[in-house]
């Protein structure tokens, strides 16, 4: 057990738009299995609801309400579904559902995001990469979230048709490359100890600084091996050899875009799960992928991104990695009885595909009878 008895965790939900809700129920279905046997060890788990992005927008009219930010500041975790749909696209920049997830994190200010891109069981045969490029496939993309392109300012629109400009501002101080350097190199000690550092230093000013930065950080890691890859460049080593990487570190628009290749290559962004971490303060976890409100509704979702990402939050925010452990095997488990959601359900043979409700349900199941063999054993896991 890492943690004293007596000791009391409050977390906050964040459902959002489109699937979101789905999939954080899904997940809240394996919480509460969670906190049953959490209780027996002394210690208590709760969380409420709150709301972000469109559905904040609907009920609040801004994306991010007062009322949610103070929730999540005095949360111990903030698990997110997602945020966004077609419905909101009329609005200003500043007031789209996508708004209101940069406010909060920045707001947060968890500037390192760590996405881990692993083949589960089972899904060797849904990569669209050949079996033996994805075998053993274990790859931790360290973003940094709170810089970049996606913050930098100026920016903005102006001008009339047809002399239409608009301007974004690429913009890193040394700080900001340093602090999610570090975390870099430290989850590479924790690994096979080796990071590669994205960037585009052929072109940008920011990369050149960058890449300087991550050199003056590497020297403080004689243990970790350190190495250079262009962006471009990396793009196609992650459909060449992407077994071949263990930690990814890079800035913000570039680890957008490659954790989502990496979501294709483990056949489905579906299962992929993110954490968002600061120095001090709350984590904010979420699955990879977008609200989807083309099958939202429609018990279609695959949250097993959201699941992982709980299981990331338990390590993370509450220091129970025994516990996180513990989720990843249930969804293991669960692949392993062949059961697909269907994003990966490629009707093979021993598949069976269930939806979203479901796949939580079965998951929680997986969970409490691996915590009840557990116990019978008399071994304190938590």
């Given at each position: 057990?890492?943690?004293?008895?007596?000791?009391?965790?409050?977390?906050?939900?964040?459902?959002?738009d489109?699937?979101?809700?789905?999939?954080?129920?899904?997940?809240?279905?394996?919480?509460?299995?969670?906190?049953?046997?959490?209780?027996?060890?002394?210690?208590?788990?709760?969380?409420?609801?709150?709301?972000?992005?469109?559905?904040?927008?609907?009920?609040?009219?801004?994306?991010?309400?007062?009322?949610?930010?103070?929730?999540?500041?005095?949360?111990?975790?903030?698990?997110?579904?997602?945020?966004?749909?077609?419905?909101?696209?009329?609005?200003?920049?500043?007031?789209?559902?996508?708004?209101?997830?940069?406010?909060?994190?920045?707001?947060?200010?968890?500037?390192?995001?760590?996405?881990?891109?692993?083949?589960?069981?089972?899904?060797?045969?849904?990569?669209?990469?050949?079996?033996?490029?994805?075998?053993?496939?274990?790859?931790?993309l360290?973003?940094?979230?709170?810089?970049?392109?996606?913050?930098?300012?100026?920016?903005?629109?102006s001008?009339?048709?047809?002399?239409?400009s608009?301007?974004?501002?690429?913009?890193?101080?040394?700080?900001?490359?340093?602090?999610?350097?570090?975390?870099?190199?430290?989850?590479?000690?924790?690994?096979?100890?080796?990071?590669?550092?994205?960037?585009?230093?052929?072109?940008?000013?920011?990369?050149?600084?960058?890449?300087?930065?991550?050199?003056?950080?590497?020297?403080?890691?004689?243990?970790?091996?350190?190495?250079?890859?262009l962006?471009?460049?990396?793009?196609?080593?992650?459909?060449?050899?992407?077994?071949?990487?263990?930690?990814?570190?890079?800035?913000?628009?570039?680890?957008?875009?490659?954790?989502?290749?990496?979501?294709?290559?483990?056949?489905?962004?579906?299962v992929?799960?993110?954490?968002?971490?600061?120095?001090?303060?709350?984590?904010?976890?979420?699955?990879?992928?977008?609200?989807?409100?083309?099958?939202?509704?429609?018990?279609?979702?695959?949250?097993?991104?959201?699941?992982?990402?709980?299981?990331?939050?338990?390590?993370?925010?509450?220091?129970?990695?025994?516990?996180?452990?513990?989720?990843?095997?249930?969804?293991?488990?669960?692949?392993?009885?062949g059961?697909?959601?269907?994003?990966?359900?490629?009707?093979?043979?021993?598949?069976?595909?269930?939806?979203?409700?479901?796949?939580?349900?079965?998951?929680?199941?997986?969970?409490?009878?691996?915590?009840?063999?557990?116990?019978a054993?008399?071994?304190?896991?938590?």
């Amino acid at each position: 057990m890492t943690e004293e008895k007596g000791v009391s965790h409050q977390l906050v939900l964040l459902p959002g738009d489109g699937i979101g809700p789905e999939v954080i129920s899904a997940a809240e279905t394996v919480m509460v299995t969670a906190r049953e046997y959490l209780r027996r060890e002394g210690i208590e788990l709760s969380w409420e609801a709150k709301p972000i992005g469109g559905a904040a927008i609907e009920e609040a009219g801004k994306p991010l309400p007062d009322e949610t930010l103070t929730a999540a500041q005095a949360a111990k975790g903030v698990l997110l579904g997602a945020v966004g749909g077609p419905k909101w696209d009329r609005l200003a920049p500043q007031e789209r559902p996508e708004a209101g997830l940069l406010g909060l994190r920045r707001a947060l200010s968890v500037y390192a995001n760590l996405r881990p891109a692993t083949l589960l069981p089972g899904l060797e045969g849904h990569s669209p990469l050949r079996p033996d490029a994805v075998a053993g496939l274990n790859v931790l993309l360290v973003r940094e979230l709170t810089g970049g392109v996606y913050f930098g300012q100026p920016r903005g629109r102006s001008g009339e048709k047809p002399a239409r400009s608009a301007l974004d501002t690429m913009a890193y101080e040394e700080g900001e490359i340093r602090r999610v350097a570090h975390v870099a190199f430290r989850s590479a000690q924790r690994r096979q100890g080796r990071v590669t550092s994205v960037d585009k230093r052929n072109v940008l000013e920011t990369s050149r600084l960058w890449r300087e930065v991550v050199e003056e950080v590497a020297n403080e890691y004689p243990d970790v091996k350190v190495e250079h890859q262009l962006v471009d460049a990396m793009a196609m080593l992650l459909v060449l050899r992407p077994q071949i990487f263990d930690v990814v570190l890079t800035e913000n628009m570039f680890g957008d875009i490659l954790s989502d290749e990496l979501g294709g290559v483990v056949g489905s962004l579906g299962v992929m799960a993110s954490a968002s971490l600061a120095d001090d303060g709350p984590g904010l976890y979420e699955p990879v992928h977008g609200s989807a409100p083309d099958i939202a509704g429609k018990d279609l979702a695959n949250p097993l991104g959201a699941i992982l990402s709980l299981a990331m939050l338990a390590e993370h925010s509450l220091g129970l990695p025994l516990l996180a452990r513990a989720i990843e095997g249930a969804v293991d488990e669960v692949l392993r009885q062949g059961l697909r959601t269907q994003d990966i359900g490629g009707g093979g043979q021993g598949e069976k595909v269930i939806g979203t409700r479901e796949m939580g349900e079965r998951v929680a199941a997986a969970l409490a009878q691996s915590l009840h063999s557990r116990q019978a054993l008399n071994a304190t896991y938590f």
